[in-house]
């Protein structure tokens, strides 16, 4: 055999035995057993997990909410066990969630609305409207000199008036589904209160104000507001706007600071901040306490047939109470860094301390809102929970609300005009595992009542035992108590 075919012949029978014998590469069976191992231990771990969690009652099959404790930003708080407004030591630190740990995160699905104007007033809300004032110019002089109505949901914006008057700008801009309301100033004594009809367009002029810009609240067809026409004397007025009759409805003397504490209406329920009667004046230069006065202008009267209002004693300061229908909200300041925000129902023994260091805050159907540290946030009644409504890299302030729907400055959007932000709440936001059960027995404390005339002329009506509360002075006396007005007479 030749040398060139021994060294072949050799060659092969390498390869060949490289092939039967594994030499050159691993062999198959280790990378099998590698992989069988790291499954094995894979395997044992998640079972010694398993049976840690069934130890601690805590498994994913008994538990649900584990699986959302493992998304990147927990939206769902952990604790559903639901307080409700529990009467508390107002004493002590409030708790602000029904789970302090875990705040949920509703600002998903809040939008941005944007506008023609530069600068954007504070707006009235109602439904997917907004009606607000507006302009564009140096803050140095009159800018909010056009009102505008805008849909939140077609995003259209419609030019309603440009004011006419010089210096003229517009503020208090109210809104529901019948009437616009607005103030139209030159900031010093023409301060004009308008109406204009949503259906047929026609404005109206209610009132000129010659002391300042009064603080206008409409609910349905009533307007009111607190206005000063005397020397330590301020006004409690009612329109209504069908008619458009003016109702002085109280009086306060010598109680400046409740002159500028805006009233409240919600229907026929009219609602404002006075001294409590029940505290003297020594106990008032200790600490000053005041009362919710609150009445029903459909069926609450006295014998003589003037309006006789219900009295709610917090124990607390008062400061521009609102009122839903069911609670009050109010701030225990006149607007100081230092308020304490409080809400209670009618007869509450203890109100509820929801928040410290508010200013900005409005109450709608179950919730109530308010602004703090550039945050929104928002506060469920049924459940004492608190939510955000601003993201972790959002800054808002100045928040407004009617019904379900709230509406913010949005001080993070950028850019060199003002942006409104906006979200509108439903049931599955408020109570993601279902609404809880609510008492639905009627509060003795908001009963209202048909004045009812027997046969013999007499008012056959049975008054609740539990509405019998102190009435206001009857003329304003020493204790800065209102005085009701003798007839429900126009100015």
Not at 131 to 153: C, M, Q, R, W
Not at 339 to 352: E, R
């Amino acid at each position: 055999m030749t040398d060139r075919k021994r060294k072949g012949t050799q060659n092969r029978n390498r390869r060949s035995e490289t092939r039967t014998t594994g030499k050159g590469r691993p062999k198959a069976w280790i990378f099998l057993s590698i992989a069988a191992l790291i499954v094995l231990a894979g395997i044992f771990m998640l079972w010694h997990s398993l049976q840690d969690g069934t130890e601690q009652g805590t498994s994913l099959n008994a538990d649900p909410t584990l699986l959302l404790s493992a998304t990147p930003t927990p939206r769902v708080s952990m604790d559903f066990s639901y307080p409700g407004i529990q009467a508390r030591d107002p004493g002590t630190e409030p708790s602000l969630t029904a789970n302090p740990n875990i705040v949920r995160d509703l600002s998903y699905f809040a939008e941005d609305a944007t506008f023609t104007e530069k600068q954007i007033n504070s707006p009235g809300v109602f439904g997917n409207e907004i009606f607000f004032s507006a302009g564009t110019g140096s803050l140095d002089t009159n800018v909010l000199t056009k009102l505008y109505l805008y849909n939140l949901e077609t995003k259209k914006e419609e030019k309603i008036s440009t004011t006419e008057i010089y210096m003229g700008e517009y503020y208090e801009t109210l809104i529901n589904d019948k009437w616009l309301v607005y103030l139209e100033t030159d900031h010093g004594k023409k301060n004009n209160i308008y109406v204009r009809n949503r259906e047929t367009g026609q404005v109206t002029l209610l009132k000129t104000c010659t002391n300042g810009k009064p603080k206008l609240r409409l609910s349905q067809d009533n307007l009111i507001w607190m206005e000063q026409e005397e020397k330590n004397v301020d006004y409690l007025y009612m329109v209504d706007l069908v008619s458009q009759e003016n109702l002085t409805l109280f009086t306060f003397e010598d109680v400046a600071t409740y002159g500028v504490s805006a009233p409240a209406v919600y229907g026929d329920w009219i609602v404002w901040a006075a001294p409590d009667p029940n505290q003297s004046e020594a106990e008032r230069q200790v600490e000053e306490h005041s009362a919710i006065y609150y009445l029903n202008i459909s069926c609450d009267f006295d014998e003589e047939g003037k309006l006789k209002p219900r009295i709610y004693t917090p124990g607390t300061y008062v400061h521009e109470p609102y009122f839903n229908g069911e609670y009050f909200l109010w701030i225990d300041t006149n607007k100081s860094f230092n308020s304490n925000l409080y809400i209670a129902a009618p007869g509450d023994t203890v109100p509820k301390i929801i928040d410290t260091k508010v200013t900005a805050y409005g109450l709608g159907d179950d919730v109530a809102v308010y602004g703090k540290d550039s945050i929104i946030w928002l506060y469920i009644i049924p459940t004492g929970e608190t939510c955000r409504l601003t993201s972790m890299d959002e800054k808002g302030m100045l928040p407004q609300i009617n019904g379900r729907t709230v509406v913010w400055q949005n001080n993070g959007a950028g850019g060199s005009k003002d942006t409104l932000r906006f979200k509108i709440l439903t049931d599955e936001d408020l109570y993601p595992y279902g609404k809880p059960e609510i008492d639905t027995t009627p509060n003795p404390y908001l009963i209202v009542q048909d004045t009812k005339v027997g046969d013999d002329g007499e008012d056959d009506t049975q008054k609740p035992e539990d509405t019998a509360e102190p009435s206001p002075t009857p003329t304003g006396g020493d204790d800065g108590a209102p005085s009701p007005s003798p007839t429900p007479g126009g100015n």
